[in-house]
């Protein structure tokens, strides 16, 4: 997202983050396929509750992958939230890398949303910026900065979270730490109901 003239600019941002859909064989399950409909309803809830006390308009912003990313967008555009989809590779590779193991009706909707939404790609200085972080890490801090310069108030991180380390570098709890850094607001959504409900 570019700089553009405050008038111009959302009253908040929403920034989302959260688990993928758990891959075939998963050893630790985080998000079972079965639990996308409570998912969608604790996604859902966030959204209007910041809808509810934004004061003015809201924009929204998510990477795509299957599970959280994929159904905040679409829950956004059901409540009136413009997005856009932020890609830390280019579509293609990034549908394999996140979006495939989820299963042909998760690559469909990703391919919708390419269709339909704005698509920032992270940019190749930030992608080899010679730091010693991962791609994923890179795109977090991406992301958060974009969010902040593309709002004259308050950014919130809308957070599908377990409360647990990831897989690997630049995950759920990676954005979050960085977040909590930089002075965004966290609205924690608890992950650990998708295994029990």
Known sequence: MSAVPNQARP????????????????PAPRFPAAAEPLAEEI??????????NAGGPVAGLAGGASGGDI????????LAVPTEL?????????????????GEGWVSRFEALCDSLP?????DEVRGDGRRLSV?????????????????GGISLLALWNGEGGDGPGGTA??????????????????????SG
Do not use: Q
């Open 43 to 52: 996604i859902t809830a966030a959204i209007a509750a910041e809808l509810a």
């Open 174 to 195: 990676d954005m979050v730490a960085r977040a909590r850094a930089g002075g965004a607001r966290v609205v924690l959504m608890d992950a650990r109901r998708l295994l």
């Open 136 to 152: 994923w890490e890179r795109s977090n801090l991406w992301m958060l900065d974009s969010a902040f310069d593309w709002t004259v």
């Open 71 to 78: 159904l905040f967008h679409e829950i956004a555009a059901r």
């Open 11 to 26: 009253a908040a941002v929403l920034l989302f983050t959260g688990h993928r859909l758990d891959a075939p064989g998963r």
């Open 86 to 102: 932020f890609l830390a590779l280019p579509p293609v590779e990034y549908c394999a890398a996140s979006v495939a193991d989820g």
């Open 119 to 123: 698509i920032r790609l992270l940019p």
